[in-house]
């Protein structure tokens, strides 16, 4: 038996950022509330490419594309994925729920669904908010929240950084809503 091999990039084939754009996406969509670093900016610009999210909302003082960092770490991912400013997460949360949106802030608190256990329904289009990097998701958010959910974590830290769970989060919901 031969060793496994790593595949090339053309073995891998990946869509191009054409293909990307014009492809369905995963009914939903990613809010970024008041992140402070663009090199988190860039690695959820590349997980949203990654799990096909619908849009990135970059919220009140999370940076924006044209930037250094951003670009650095999202390698391409800002042509591709579909985004906009929004300065006012509260209004957006609004907007979104009005349009069938289920919100969704990833948040440690009280009644706090573990993600194991969320169960979304694939006929749905979802809203994940993800929060600052010290004082996680507002409390307006996590209120008008549909759902709250919480990554299990058996370890000494209180936290996971907002990168490491926007992949988390991503990659179980597609997973959980491709199930046949």
């Known amino acids: 038996m031969n060793p496994p091999r790593k595949l090339s990039l053309d073995e891998l084939n990946r869509l191009s950022v054409d293909d990307f754009r014009a492809v369905e996406k995963f009914p939903y969509c990613l809010l970024l509330d008041d992140i402070r670093s ?9 997980t949203a490419d990654a799990f096909r999210a619908g849009r990135l909302y970059l919220c009140g003082i999370t940076g924006t594309p044209p930037h250094r960092d951003i670009t650095k770490t999202a390698i391409g991912a800002t042509e591709s994925v579909d985004w906009e400013h929004a300065p006012d997460i509260d209004a957006l ?6 349009r069938g949106y289920v919100i969704v802030a990833v948040e440690q608190a009280e009644g706090s669904v573990l993600l194991p256990d969320f169960k979304p ?6 809203a994940f908010v993800l929060g600052n990097e010290v004082l996680g998701v507002r409390d307006s958010v996590v209120q008008q929240a549909d759902y709250v959910v919480e990554i299990p974590q058996f370890g000494t830290k209180h936290s996971l950084n907002i990168a490491v769970t926007t992949g988390v989060i991503c990659y179980d919901f597609v ?3 491709t199930k046949r």
């Open 38 to 46: 663009l090199n988190n900016v860039g690695s959820v610009f590349r």
């Open 93 to 98: 949360v609004g907007d979104l729920q009005a």
């Open 121 to 126: 329904d694939p006929t749905r289009k979802y």
């Open 175 to 177: 997973n959980k809503i």
